[in-house]
């Protein structure tokens, strides 16, 4: 019976390599460099996404096959910024770089868009105790680390990844503030993270604001929460002039024009029985200021 690992395989390919073919598949024979995480990396991957004119940057961990790991994991590294490559050339000249850099760990890329010539310092800034001194504070040091060419190229783009992790899980962190252990709603929150960091992202570069994420969020959820998309307005007869419309969001400042802020929140509490025993039901009530039914 075949590996699960070759089942996911097709063309030869593993599974993340052929999703990535399915994503870059528009830019093919644009010669554009693709930095990819080792969901995607592999050496297969590498050499198909060169038949189709893209070259490709990525980090190796688990994909390993065709790999020389043995041999660049028996390297003797001591210092942070050492490196050790491995090139071979196929017979159409094509040239791949399977190389080793010593960060805090090795680090394991595969290349065939750049070299281990030296790159610009891999900069960063720690707390480190200076003073010998007992009690004394730490001191904010600047650490450097030499890096080759194209390990800085891949970490100037999939940098940006990890700033998208750090906004979606540190700043808004909905899947910390709404736990739950069913797995669809897991998926869906962190789909609704992602989409609404990119909103944050797109606003930040089209607009150049100063404004703080946490408040691009808050002010985000009022507007999605006080819209008037799915609300019928009232008809003439009815006299009420639209008394249970949502209040309307001004543009400048995201705040309701009738002067009320934010009042539909969802609640925790659970629905009671006659009996008094708690059902499964959320409790539903209405909003004491605008008279809509909310949760």
């Excluded at 070759?6 to 052929?18: A, C, T, V, Y």
């Excluded at 390990?151 to 940098?159: L, P, T």
Aim: charged share 25%.
């Amino acid at each position: 019976m075949p590996a699960a690992s070759e089942l996911l395989e097709h063309n030869g390919i593993p599974h993340g390599g052929n999703v990535l073919m399915s994503l870059v598949n528009p830019w093919a024979l644009s010669d554009r460099v693709i930095c990819a995480d080792s969901f995607f990396a592999s050496v297969s991957a590498a050499e198909a996404l060169k038949r189709i004119g893209l070259r490709f940057i990525g980090v190796v961990k688990t994909a390993t096959r065709k790999y020389p790991l043995a041999y660049l994991s028996s390297r003797d590294m001591v210092n942070r910024g050492d490196r050790v490559g491995v090139e071979a050339r196929n017979d159409d000249g094509a040239r791949l770089l399977a190389f080793v850099w010593m960060d805090r760990d090795r680090c394991f890329f595969v290349s065939t868009a750049s070299s281990i010539s030296n790159g610009s310092d891999f900069v960063r800034h720690r707390w480190r105790q200076v003073d010998p001194t007992p009690d004394a504070d730490p001191e904010r040091v600047e650490l450097r680390v030499p890096q080759p060419k194209a390990a800085e190229i891949y970490y100037g783009a999939c940098g940006l990844i990890d700033q998208h992790n750090r906004h979606r899980q540190s700043t808004l962190a909905i899947e910390t503030k709404l736990p739950t252990k069913k797995w669809d709603m897991r998926v869906n929150l962190s789909i609704l993270s992602m989409i609404i960091v990119d909103s944050w992202m797109v606003f930040e570069q089209a607009t150049r604001t100063n404004e703080s994420q946490k408040d691009y969020y808050s002010l985000l959820a009022e507007e999605l929460i006080d819209n008037t998309y799915d609300f019928r307005r009232a008809s003439r007869r009815s006299g009420r002039d639209g008394e249970n419309l949502s209040p309307a969001v001004t543009e400048a400042a995201a705040q309701g024009r009738s002067g009320v802020d934010i009042h539909l929140t969802p609640t925790k509490r659970m629905r009671k029985d006659k009996n008094g025993t708690l059902t499964r039901y959320r409790r539903q009530g209405r909003c004491r200021v605008c008279k809509m039914k909310t949760t």
